[in-house]
């Protein structure tokens, strides 16, 4: 496994929604402006934008308060395939510890 790379980023790619759904998830329970997630998540202002409305309007991010001008943003924790990734991910860092042990053994 990378050690940069989240286990989630591992298992299903480096795509943007899933750059950017990980950097939320790893960040519960925050809000963060679009600028915080483009620097957390590691893509382009541009990247972003391309993907932004599919992710509203699947409701996989969800507008919380704005703070000056700038929306506010979190994960919806309480999508069921969002429950699936955050188990997905925590059974996969699971894995990826087992073996990293087994291996120093």
Do not use: C, H
Not at 53 to 60: A, P, T
Request: glycine share 6%; proline share 4%.
């Amino acid at each position: 496994m990378n050690g940069d790379a989240s286990v989630l980023i591992e298992y299903f790619g480096e795509s943007p929604k899933v750059k950017i759904i990980d950097f939320l998830i790893d960040n519960i329970p925050f809000d963060y402006s679009k600028k915080e997630i483009i620097e957390g998540s590691g893509i382009a202002k541009v990247t972003l934008m391309k993907v932004w409305k599919d992710l509203v309007d699947f409701e996989i991010v969800l507008p919380t308060r704005k703070f000056g001008k700038a929306q506010l943003y979190t994960i919806n924790s309480d999508d069921p395939i969002i429950k699936v990734l955050m188990k997905k991910e925590f059974e996969l860092g699971k894995r990826a510890l087992e073996q990293e042990i087994a291996v120093k053994a």
